[in-house]
């Protein structure tokens, strides 16, 4: 005895999606706070002014470090080997490969592809585009550089940490402890990168032979789970950082001291 079954076709619809729920705000949220970020950081970048506080030793994280003729000698940790054109900025030697970590991040990704390509804007959206073709075509196949990226990264939070270091042997103000906070913030957020947790337990068989790799690995995974909070986070924490050295090097007001 054999049943023919019967299976309905595909709902016609026409509406763009179903949801009623505001599923754009989260996209026009990341537009607001990227676009606003990328905006004050680019021109803070190519001021090329208020950057340094001779007093305290302070260094903006957005000049570290300083590399070009322009710098400050006190300021340049490293020398000042790039010519002192308007268009090279002060740190040339680190803001590509920070702008590279932060683009190629697992995060990032998924927030500018949905609200700046619409690839898809939301969950049960349709996609912005006809066709989709992943990270297999150029130039989003050069995500890829993401792990190698994560190692020029680490390398730039152990400069800042020593920019916060030098600075704190002046003393101790408001501005060291938002220096330190910075760095801290930068540490966690690089940390808790994808290819971190990969290069700390990837590849491994098995835990037990490996206790010290096991213990960082559950640190970082720690961590990894608060990837997205910490990329927002550390963006406030450059801004501020960079504000506050900025007001202070400009005369706006005095540094709060604790201990001189």
Partial sequence: MTSTAT????????????????????????VVGLGAWVTYATVRVFLHDDYWVEAYHYLTPFYSPCVTERCVEEAAHF??????????????????FLLLFRLTCYYYRKAYYRAFWLSPPACAVPDGHRRYTGETRFPLIFQNVHRYAFYAAAIISVINTYDAALAQATGLGLGNVI??????????????????????GGRLKHFSKHPIRYRFWTFVSALNVRHMQLAWITLGTLALTDFYIMALAAGWFSDLRIIN
Avoid: E, K, Q
Wanted: proline residues 9%; positive net charge.
């Fill in 79 to 96: 020398g000042r080997f790039l010519p002192g054109w308007w268009i090279i900025p002060d740190a040339a030697m680190t803001l590509p």
């Fill in 179 to 200: 220096l330190w906070v910075n760095v801290i913030m930068l540490w966690a957020y690089t940390l808790s990168c994808h290819s971190c947790r990969h290069i700390a």
């Fill in 7 to 30: 299976r309905p076709g595909r709902a016609a619809i026409t509406a763009r999606t179903l949801r009623t729920d505001r599923w754009w705000l989260p996209p026009l949220i990341t």
